[in-house]
């Protein structure tokens, strides 16, 4: 069965802080995909972050970094220098090769006070 | 360019009326997905539909049923409202289906009273 996992419900932290929001993952596929989404309060889910299970090079872009482990099925993402506007619910978000089918986690609430 | 777009944003029905929840997708994309968001259990996949063909289906009802048109855009029709089908409808869509990154629309928030 496919399951992804966010233990963490919230999380607040003081702007320019960093933090990382945690996400393991279960498949049996060889080939898959994990995705982060932002979820303002207007509601609409905004792309983060794509990867594929096949590369597991870890990047930077901006303030955002993740760090995808196959060993361990785990796809973490941090925000560098947080800000207020960075507040949000937070998916982590597991897809199917061939098929537009995303399983997502619980969420993770991030508030970040000035 | 334009984004997702989803008619209605906001729609309040009562029990056992149905209603229909359009999604206009991203020009040049052909694949649509729904999902269901409500608090109790998250982010649910509803269907997808690439080419008018529905390819996959979640674990819901037959009530939910959907469609897309030959321009791509998608609606998805609930029949017999109930309570617990008060929830943000959620579209995300496509240039194909397989690997692109799928991009969500505003949502429809529906109520049922």
């Known amino acids: 069965a496919q399951k992804v996992t966010q233990a963490q419900t919230e999380i607040s932290v003081v702007e320019k802080e960093d933090v990382t929001l945690d996400c393991v993952y279960e498949t049996r596929d060889t080939t898959y995909y994990l995705f982060w989404y932002k979820q303002p309060p207007s509601g609409e889910l905004v792309f983060l972050i794509r990867r594929n299970s096949f590369d597991e090079q870890n990047e930077i872009s901006g303030r955002y970094s993740w760090n995808f482990q196959k060993s361990t099925s785990s796809f973490n993402f941090t925000i560098t220098a947080s800000q207020v506007v960075d507040s949000a619910v937070y998916f982590c978000?597991?897809?199917?090769?061939?098929?537009?089918?995303?399983?997502f986690g619980t969420g993770t609430r991030l508030q970040v006070f000035p | 360019k334009a984004g997702v777009t989803q008619t209605p944003r906001y729609l309040i029905k009562t029990r056992g009326q149905q209603v229909t929840l359009s999604c206009s997708p991203i020009s040049g994309h052909r694949s649509v997905s729904w999902y269901q968001q409500t608090p109790g259990q998250g982010l649910q996949f509803l269907f997808e539909?690439?080419?008018?063909?529905?390819?996959n289906k979640g674990n819901f009802p037959g009530r939910f049923s959907g469609r897309q048109f030959s321009n791509s855009r998608s609606e998805m029709n609930v029949s017999t409202l109930e309570l617990g089908d008060s929830a943000l409808y959620l579209c995300a869509t496509r240039l194909a289906g397989g690997t692109d990154t799928q991009y969500f629309g505003p949502g429809t928030r529906l109520t049922v009273l």
């Open positions: 539909y690439f080419s008018e063909t529905q390819r």
């Open positions: 978000a597991l897809g199917g090769y061939n098929t537009d089918k995303l399983i």
